[in-house]
């Protein structure tokens, strides 16, 4: 299982979140640099990295941030927050990321995602599946959706999808452990699809236990800025 260190960015600082709120922000460092190269020179191989200005704005907002830590560094960035057009999805692989993913674009514009698809190929497009009470949360999770996740899922895989990271909102940030059973009947209605798992990892058993579910990843975050687990403990579990 690949284990994925999280870097959220607002204002160009490393920051995190509480279930999604923008009002309970705690910054971290102000230098996302920083914070990748420990996480490189730990052994991890990929980051996370996520736009949180952007994902309010529906656009792309800290592209610098993007190139910076890309070109810096040779983490495999997944990027993600704000990307809402084919401009956006440019500038993201212009400025070095590896992987783009898309959760509001794909339920507002699923056209637009399913070219992208066509275009860049599935091994670089994320689906982003977040999610509140298993129905889709999007626009940085401050808007819900009557669309029930499982089968936003499975109509994404029907059209190519191979990779989706998804969130319980109502555990992120809170360090009260994963929606195991989220993720296991994801499992069992898209055998085939790649699943990340975010939000929630408390502790080493969490990420253990998700990794005996033979889930291709898990996005730390919290975690780790909170001392919770060490960035050698994940370098020996991680691929």
């Known amino acids: 299982m690949y284990i994925i260190p999280a870097i959220d960015i607002i204002e160009g600082k490393c920051v995190r979140l509480t279930q999604g709120d923008y009002g309970q922000k705690k910054i971290y460092n102000e230098k996302p640099l920083e914070v990748a190269m420990q996480f490189e020179d730990a052994g991890l191989t990929r980051l996370h990295l996520v736009d949180l200005d952007g994902a309010k704005a529906r ?14 560094t040779r983490l495999h960035v997944d990027f993600g927050g704000g990307v809402q057009s084919e401009e956006d999805i440019r500038v993201a ?20 995602f399913e ?17 509140k009470n298993e129905k889709i949360a999007v626009s940085g999770w401050e808007e819900g959706t009557e669309l029930w996740i499982y089968d936003f899922l499975e109509k994404y895989v029907e059209k190519g999808v191979r990779y989706a990271i998804s969130t319980d909102v109502a555990k ?12 296991r009947t994801m499992q069992q209605k898209c055998p085939d699809l790649h699943i990340i798992a975010s939000g929630g990892v408390s502790n080493m058993k969490d990420i253990e236990q998700l990794a005996e579910m033979n889930l291709y990843g898990v996005i730390v975050g919290k975690a780790i800025y909170e001392g919770r687990v060490t960035l050698n403990e994940l370098r020996k579990l991680s691929y």
Do not use: H, M, R
């Open 59 to 72: 656009k792309i907002i800290n592209w610098k941030v993007l190139e910076i830590i890309a070109s810096k």
């Open 93 to 112: 692989f212009e400025c070095g990321a590896k992987q783009v993913t898309g959760g509001s674009v794909a339920v507002k514009q699923p056209a637009l």
């Open 115 to 131: 070219q992208w698809l066509t275009e860049f190929g599935s091994e670089k497009i994320i689906l982003g599946a977040d999610a």
């Open 172 to 183: 992120d940030g809170l360090l009260q452990g994963p929606s195991f059973d989220l993720y």
